[in-house]
Every structure is written in C-alpha cells, then in structure tokens.
C-alpha cells in the first residue's frame, strides 16, 4: 500500500513569496491533516479535511495561509506571502474515518527555508 | 488545551543498552500513538496504543490511560534506534488532531 505522498521535498524561498505544497493521501482514506513543525519542536496541527470540507482550521494563520481539497482526495497549502518564521517542515497526514479510534500515517514533509 | 510532557528530552546511550520513554498526558485520550522521526524527518509509526501494551521486536509498549502515561521501551539498542521519539494524544471529546509533545532525542554511540 502506498504511503502519504507530498511534493516537493524542499523549498527555499526570499520572504515575501508564495509557495504551495502538494500532497496526496493514502488511498481511501478520508481525513487529511496538515502539521507545521518548527526546529526542534513537535508537529502542530494547522488544518483538518474530513473529505472535502474543512473540520478544524483554528490554528491556521488565515492572513496568509490557505488550504484547499477540492474533489476529496488530494490538498494543496499555499502561503503567501511568506514570513521568516514560517521557515519549518510541513507535514501532510490522513486516517481513515470508521470510528472513534484511527491511526495517522505522516507523508516525508515539506522542508521551507524563508530567506 | 492537553498538555503532553515527553522526558527525558535528551538520552545518548551506547549500542546494545536498554531504554525507557515516559510520555505523560494532562487528560483523558482516545487515541495515543508513538512516532520516530529519523534523520531525514520522516515519521514513523511505532505504536497505535490507546491502552494496554504491545511488541514489536526489540519494541514495546504500554499505556496506562487511567493514570495518564505511556512508556516505551527500546531493548539491545542499535545505532539505527537513533533520532527523536515522539508521543502524541488525541483528547476525548475533540477534534481528531493529534497533540504532540516535544519530543526524546535518542542517540545510541557504537
């Protein structure tokens, strides 16, 4: 079974641009989460799709940050424009939704360097 | 919101010692997974373990819900083991977000 996939690996990018992150889940799955994780700390949840619609998008940084996942597969994250502290590894993760308990399987991120 | 205390943040360990991960969590779960977060930053499911205590190989472990605690164990460590072990929790009664805590950073020397 193929994993979480995202793309690209790594971006550098001069503050002030916009940049997008693709990702794409494990096949079936319905919730998609995308996870902000600055240096040396742990993954924070910015947004959550059940399907195509948004279920948690409270720490999302709305000014500048969107998030998209038009026909319920795959997402995009767009940030623009970018700030130095927005520098950190953006993660995509999904789970299937049967039930209270589900597990989360994490795709290899995105690294952002904001110059 | 929960809190998720990890400790030790830091263990460096030679080849072949055993260790012990504490995760411990300010409420109630229904969901408790262990992450590794290799040198790439890839992160890799240990443990999906609400309760109760599972093996996987030279991997263990146990979380006792009602006290609000997981350990995991790591036998005959091997330099591969290194890296940051996470411990993350999703709070009855919210969302399905998992809450991460700041991690251990493992390093076994050879």
Redesign the interface.
Known sequence: EAGVAQSPRYKIIEKRQSVAFWCNPISGHA?L?WYQQILG?????LI?FQNNGV??DSQLPKDRFSAERLKGVDSTLKIQPAKLEDSA?Y?CAS?Q?VG???????G??T?LTVL | GIQ?EQSPPDLILQEGANSTLRCNFSDSV??L?W?HQNP????I?LF?I?SGTKQNGRLSATTVATERYSLLYISSSQTTDSGVY?C?VRPVGG????V????TRLTINP
Not at chain 1, 41 to 45: S, V
Not at chain 1, 100 to 106: A, G, K, L, S, T
Not at chain 2, 100 to 103: D, L, W
Request: proline fraction near 7%; hydrophobic fraction near 35%; charge should be positive.
């Open positions: 919730t989460y700390q742990g993954p924070k949840l959550q279920v948690d590894v993660l789970s939704s209270v308990y589900n597990e989360q399987f994490f290899p991120g690294r | 998720v229904n969901n997974q992450f790439w930053g890839q992160l499911n999906y609400p996470f993350a969302a399905q977000k998992l991460f805590g700041q991690g």
